[in-house]
């Protein structure tokens, strides 16, 4: 069973930072994913912030480029997201999702598709104020 634990949220002030992490076992399960991170506000649907793919290629929403950044180790069980310079409307729920295909590469979609991610950690709350 593909498990992922996000942590690091947190309540920061506008031009702070956070480091999110999500522990995972996707890696273990199958060497083709993508993995990312999600965020949701109330009333809102789900958004893709940022997605990584095994074969290293990377995607972001248009508002957080330039100020986050998506990484893994090198085992590949832990999947981070460093934000800087946040802003009040980064505040939200985060999520870290993980999409496992049929083929041997996932390539990212974007906007991201929430509905071919299968496996979802428990989100983490990033309060950002003003």
């Known amino acids: 069973q593909v498990r992922l634990a996000a942590s690091g949220g947190g309540a920061v002030q506008a031009g702070g930072s956070l480091r999110l992490s999500c522990a995972h076992s996707?890696?273990?399960?199958?060497?083709?994913?993508?993995i990312g991170w999600f965020r949701q506000t109330p009333g809102k649907e789900r958004e893709g912030v940022a997605v990584?793919?095994?074969?290293?290629?990377?995607e972001y929403r248009d508002s957080v480029k330039g100020r986050f950044t998506i990484s893994q180790d090198n085992a590949k069980t832990k999947l981070y997201l460093q934000m800087n310079s946040l802003k009040p409307e980064d505040t939200a729920m985060y999520y870290c999702?993980?999409?496992?295909?049929?083929?041997?590469?996932?390539?990212?979609?974007?906007?991201?598709?929430?509905?071919?991610?299968?496996?979802w950690g428990q989100g983490t709350q990033v309060t950002v104020s003003s």
């Open positions: 999702a993980a999409e496992i295909p049929k083929g041997p590469v996932c390539s990212i979609r974007w906007p991201v598709p929430t509905e071919y991610f299968q496996y």
């Open positions: 996707v890696y273990s399960y199958s060497s083709s994913y993508c």
């Open positions: 990584i793919s095994n074969d290293g290629s990377t």
